[in-house]
């Protein structure tokens, strides 16, 4: 919250913040002894004004600040750049707030703290950059260490701005020095390349940048970085090399001799060449005059400097290329290679050599540029990645993704260094791709679907196509693999499949459902009707008795098919209408042990209880804990034949716990089932034909109940050999 001016300026001067008081237009009213230090004892005066000392870039940040304060809103934190006198450019970080129409500012100087300044050391350390800076009012240069690495030069020296012109060529030296004089007086940032030699006497390309820092319309500051270049210019003069060598083995066969006088400016052509270009036949010489009317205009002016400049280079090559025009009219594109003639003082006294016609060649040229364009453009929109390979499987062309992703993984250009596919490629695509690759050189168009690991850390599936690329003769010249990222479309293909199969499931249990719900309401409805009927016609008691059994039977278990399905149809009701109240576990399931004694008997089970030695209380509700005590206890005795019923109640005082174990020998629960008997309407057997009893829904009841108290329900069963049910209820939700 901002303080009351003459609060404000209660702030123990001690502080090592720097405390200021503006006005909104940027006015200095106060500042703390801090900032006096920071400013090296500059006076407060009528002229002292904030936007004095911040750099002329990050004034409007400034003013924005300003703007949103009078806009009454909140706190404004910002990073400024400041420039005093102390010679450094210095970041402040300020806290601008807006109280009784006075600007109040609190600043601390984290200029070593700079993430520029930090992205600056780590760029310099991490590649062939060095950085450097000028300070425009000290005269001072300063390098980085990897500055005088590249140079070759010792650290120790103190360098300065005429040392290091020095490095460069001394041809190039003032070219050098205008770029930086017209930085000072443009304020324009300037990059280029150029040669220098080290102090060992090597000879090295580097790329200079440089940025001016500017504040009041004035350059005070210049930051830098310096970059060795070598191995990459050296890698494009071998690469001009090889195009023009390129280019001579693509001649025409159209060409023409001539023999060129210099001094009489007589210039003696092949009569065969004459012809062509409709030359008089009749002297042995054309004049330089009459053959400059042949040029193509557009071509004249820059051919004659050519001319010039061949003249005077040393070496006794001449190289020229123009439009020429021929009898009928058309012009046609020519390359003049010749061989120059020197007397006695150096100076060219003929030229003797051939003027080829390139036009076929310039023509393909063309074409070639525009299919190459074709080609660019589908490689780059009409693949997710696509390569061009030659036959031994360099990479000849490759889209803009995968180029930036062979540079960030391998930390090379495949476009400018020659680079094989398979040494820049992921593991798990070296084995598909050799025989893929050479099905293709082959002539056989192939698709494969393979799977990677994106950077963001999904799975991606990708359809690989390999397409050999024939010339004329049907040989297969070089490969074009394209990459389809069909990932949406598998995982739509597995969407259906699961849909596909939820759909068998859900009908399979629809059928199942009502067949189950028919049998278990119309069974027990059969017997209550068949039931009444007899005992309207018995007369004898015992017989009655019986058949009074035998009703409670059937309407105990059309009750208990009805409850259950109740109970499944409220779970939500009832969570949210417990009766939480302290409850005595053993005596909850000695009650459920008791209730269903009567049906173990009846099968001759042995079944048996072990109540904790302690007393373990849990606050539930105990008729939700009850209910589905009972359905796993009347679940285990249903499915057991002989054998045991164990019930166990053990109480894990320190973790707040109990556990109840409920074990059976019963016939067991196949593996593939384990996950889905607690689904409702499962049983291990189904159908009309299912050997026991029951709608399926008591487990998966049990379980939502279980889970209702917060607690877990386990199941670990071997088929044959029984089952074994673990719960475990928190003492307290």
Not at 256 to 275: A, E, P, T
Not at 374 to 379: E, S
Not at 426 to 431: D, E
Request: proline share 2%.
């Amino acid at each position: 919250m901002p303080l009351a001016s003459e609060k404000f300026r209660l702030i123990p001067e001690k502080t090592s913040l720097f405390l200021l008081v503006l006005k909104t237009n940027g006015k200095v009213l106060y500042y703390n002894n801090a900032f006096e230090c920071f400013l090296s004892n500059i006076e407060l005066s009528e002229e002292s004004n904030i936007k004095n000392w911040i750099v002329d870039e990050d004034k409007s940040i400034l003013q924005d600040v300003i703007q949103n304060l009078k806009l009454n809103k909140a706190s404004q934190t910002v990073i400024l750049r400041l420039w005093v006198s102390n010679g450094v450019l210095n970041y402040i970080k300020f806290d601008f707030s807006l109280a009784e129409g006075l600007i109040q500012a609190t600043g601390m100087d984290i200029t070593e703290e700079s993430k520029e300044q930090q992205a600056l050391c780590s760029l310099s350390k991490l590649t062939n950059t060095g950085a450097w800076f000028y300070d425009v009012e000290k005269k001072q240069l300063y390098w980085s260490t990897k500055c005088f690495t590249i140079h070759e030069t010792t650290s120790d020296e103190n360098i300065t701005l005429e040392r290091a012109f020095k490095f460069f060529k001394e041809d190039r030296r003032s070219t050098i020095k205008q770029h930086f004089d017209e930085l000072l007086k443009l304020q324009q940032e300037y990059e280029y390349v150029e040669k220098i030699h080290t102090d060992k006497g090597n000879e090295k390309s580097i790329r200079v940048i440089a940025k001016p820092v500017v504040q009041n319309n004035k350059v005070v500051y210049v930051n830098g970085a310096i970059a060795d270049v070598t191995e990459q210019q050296n890698y494009l003069e071998q690469l001009k090399k090889s195009e023009e060598t390129k280019h001579l083995a693509l001649k025409g066969i159209r060409s023409g001799l001539f023999d060129h006088n210099v001094s009489d400016s007589k210039i003696r052509y092949s009569n065969s060449f004459k012809k062509m270009l409709g030359l008089s036949l009749k002297h042995d010489y054309v004049t330089e005059d009459s053959f400059l009317e042949r040029i193509h205009p557009d071509d004249l002016e820059e051919a004659i400097v050519r001319h010039h400049q061949n003249l005077q280079k040393d070496d006794k090559h001449y190289y020229n290329y123009y439009r020429i025009k021929h009898h009928n009219g058309e012009y046609r594109h020519y390359d003049v290679y010749g061989y120059k003639k020197l007397d006695a003082s150096n100076n060219v006294t003929r030229i003797v050599g051939n003027l080829i016609d390139v036009q076929d060649k310039k023509e393909r040229e063309q074409l070639i540029t525009e299919q190459s364009g074709w080609l660019r453009a589908m490689i780059n929109h009409g693949f997710d990645y696509a390569i061009l390979l030659d036959t031994k499987g360099k990479i000849l062309m490759a889209d803009k993704n995968t180029v930036e992703i062979i540079k960030k993984d391998f930390n090379i250009n495949p476009l400018v260094a020659p680079t094989l596919f398979i040494d820049v490629m992921p593991v798990n695509f070296k084995v598909p791709f050799a025989h893929e690759f050479n099905e293709a050189l082959k002539g056989n168009v192939t698709k494969k679907q393979i799977e990677r690991i994106a950077d963001d850390g999904q799975m991606q599936w990708l359809q690989v196509s390999y397409a050999p690329i024939c010339d004329q003769k049907k040989v297969v010249r070089s490969v074009l693999i394209t990459f389809q990222n069909i990932t949406d479309l598998k995982i739509a293909e597995y969407k259906i499949k699961e849909a596909h199969f939820k759909e068998q499931e859900l009908s399979n249990l629809k059928s199942n459902l009502l067949s189950v719900f028919s049998h278990e309401i119309r069974t027990p409805l059969n017997g209550i009707i068949t039931i009444s009927k007899l005992l309207l016609d018995e007369h004898s008691m015992e017989e009655r008795d019986k058949l009074v059994d035998y009703l409670d039977e059937s309407k105990d278990r059309l009750l208990e098919t009805l409850n259950n399905l109740s109970n499944y149809s409220e779970i939500e009701t009832i969570q949210s209408t417990l009766k939480l109240e302290p409850t005595d576990i053993n005596f909850e399931v000695e009650s459920c042990f008791r209730n269903l004694k009567h049906q173990a008997q009846s099968k001759r089970l042995s079944y048996e209880l072990h109540l904790s030695n302690t007393t373990p209380i849990a606050i539930i509700d105990k008729e939700v804990l009850s209910t589905a005590l009972h359905n796993i206890i009347h679940n285990a005795i249903k499915y057991t034949e002989k054998g045991t019923i164990d019930i166990e109640v053990i109480d894990i005082a320190k973790k707040d716990l109990v556990h109840i174990n409920i074990k059976d020998t019963g016939i067991g629960i196949d593996k593939k089932n384990l996950k889905k008997i607690f689904d409702p309407f499962v049983q291990e057997s189904v159908g009309l034909s299912r050997k026991y009893e029951g709608t399926g829904i008591g487990l998966s009841l049990a379980k939502r109940f279980i889970e209702v108290l917060k607690g877990t329900i386990t199941v670990k069963s071997h088929i044959n050999k029984g089952t074994n049910f673990q719960i475990v209820i928190p003492k307290h939700l």
